[in-house]
């Protein structure tokens, strides 16, 4: 081909270019706006687990099934070889952060959530008690409000949250009628009430939180605070709580979790299980041992929920982020299906919210896409000691009201030098729209 041929076709190729994109906008919309093609779709609710297609309409998902066709959607990725799981929902997070309290959870020990979830798969985070009914809204303005995670709470039985020992401590700020009239005033967002780290010997706290769970009919979630022979483990699980309730930091063995003769669960654990109360790992900084998790597990007592408690504390020693957490419970026994049950439908069910942590269609279309590294991994506890396994899980893609929010191998991305994508049709599946010098948008 001469040098003019070229030019020729070249500009053939442009003008052609340009008549195709002149005519897609005067066409109807794609049936889809982003199609996940070919991963192991695990969606514990509806009993799904197989290589499907799942996609999605305006923020929704639209269809899962195997077979779907990239020509009906504007966006297709191919997520071949990976784990396609309802967005992740972290049932025990810490998120108060921003008022300037000096270690305070409802300050500076607490993570703004955006910076930790989508790069983790959650698209969903339950704050556990940073903030009680006095200043519940303080929270919701500074961080619910404004974070593009969903962010739910449960309520600290202590009216002033989870500010320190002086108010924790303080049984006149326990108010249960209190607590249920704020959950009931904002019922869309508190999902739940929190009692935390008391060291008395009473039962004020448990006894107020049933109190407003009752009244606002939502799950009590406990932190069972200081091991007190006046308030046995066993009588809270059997007498106190009410099926529903939840029990987190499972594995802490902290509080008689672990029947030290069996080395498997307390009697108070199995028979609370045995009338319906939940069972949450909460690993945090000091509430996760392998000593007490491996022999409880091989004994039949995993975890109904998987969850970090994380905060500035556990973040950055073993908890990390729930993905470790769950890599870590298949290195002691829990299968890849469970993980992802526990991290998605169980939680939801938990907090009574069982429109989220699916894929059926019509739900939001909240999906992390996630891989199975294989390899040899670390994985610690609260005292620093350590199994090694062969698998570990990675979030590869989050996606969160049917839009991409983190993407770390730029699985949706173009070739630098392609060129640019629509920028108005690619908003309606990216928050990452590409910029496009024609149109003179930058991207966000
Ligand atoms: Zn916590």
């Known amino acids: 081909m001469d040098g003019g041929a070229h030019m020729k076709n070249k500009f053939l190729a442009c003008a052609a270019l340009a008549l195709l994109t002149a005519g897609a906008s005067a066409q109807p919309l794609p049936s889809y706006d982003l199609l996940l093609r070919g991963g192991r779709v695990i969606d514990a609710k509806n009993r799904i687990d197989g290589v499907m297609d799942v996609a999605i309409k305006d923020g929704k998902i639209a269809r899962v099934a195997p077979g779907l066709s990239a020509g009906d959607a504007i966006k297709t990725i191919d997520v071949r070889g990976m784990v396609v799981s309802p ?168 509080r008689q979790e672990q029947d030290p003769a069996t080395q498997g669960p307390s009697k108070g654990l199995v028979d609370g299980r045995k009338r319906g109360v939940y069972f949450d790992t909460g690993t945090g900084g000091g509430s996760f041992k392998f000593m007490l998790a491996i022999p409880m597990i091989k004994q039949g007592f995993k975890p109904d929920s998987l969850s970090t408690d994380l905060h500035t504390g556990s973040m950055n020693s073993s908890t990390k982020d729930i993905l470790n957490v769950a890599s870590k419970f298949m290195v002691i026994g829990m299968s890849l299906q469970e993980v992802v049950a526990a991290m998605t439908a169980a939680p939801a069910r938990q907090i009574k919210r069982e429109d989220l942590g699916n894929l059926s269609p019509g739900s939001v279309a909240d999906i992390a896409v996630i891989s199975v590294q294989k390899g040899r991994f670390g994985y610690t506890d609260m005292l620093n000691t350590k199994i090694t396994g062969t698998q570990r899980l990675v979030a590869e893609l989050t996606i969160k009201d049917g839009k991409i929010v983190y993407d770390l191998n730029g699985l949706e991305s173009l070739a630098w030098n392609a060129p640019p994508g629509d920028v108005k049709l690619d908003s309606r599946w990216t928050s990452f729209p590409r910029q496009d010098p024609a149109l003179g948008v930058t991207a966000r």
């Open 87 to 254: 967005g992740l929902i972290d049932l025990h997070v810490h998120v108060y952060n921003g008022t300037g309290e000096k270690g305070s959870y409802a300050g500076d020990l607490s993570i703004p959530p955006d910076g930790f979830t989508f790069r983790s798969g959650v698209t969903t985070v339950v704050d556990a008690g940073c903030a009680g009914w006095r200043n519940f809204e303080d929270f919701k303005d500074r961080i619910i409000d404004r974070s593009r995670t969903r962010v739910l709470a449960m309520l600290n039985i202590v009216g002033n949250g989870m500010r320190g020992g002086k108010w924790e401590q303080d049984q006149a700020d326990m108010d249960g009628e209190a607590t249920a009239k704020m959950a009931q005033r904002y019922p869309n967002v508190v999902v739940g009430v929190k009692a935390a780290h008391f060291a008395g010997p009473e039962w004020k706290p448990i006894d107020e939180a049933v109190i407003a769970g009752t009244k606002a009919k939502l799950p009590v979630m406990v932190d069972f605070g200081s091991d007190k022979p006046e308030r046995p483990i066993y009588d809270l699980l059997n007498t106190k709580l009410r099926p529903g309730d939840i029990y987190t930091h499972a594995y802490s063995g902290l």
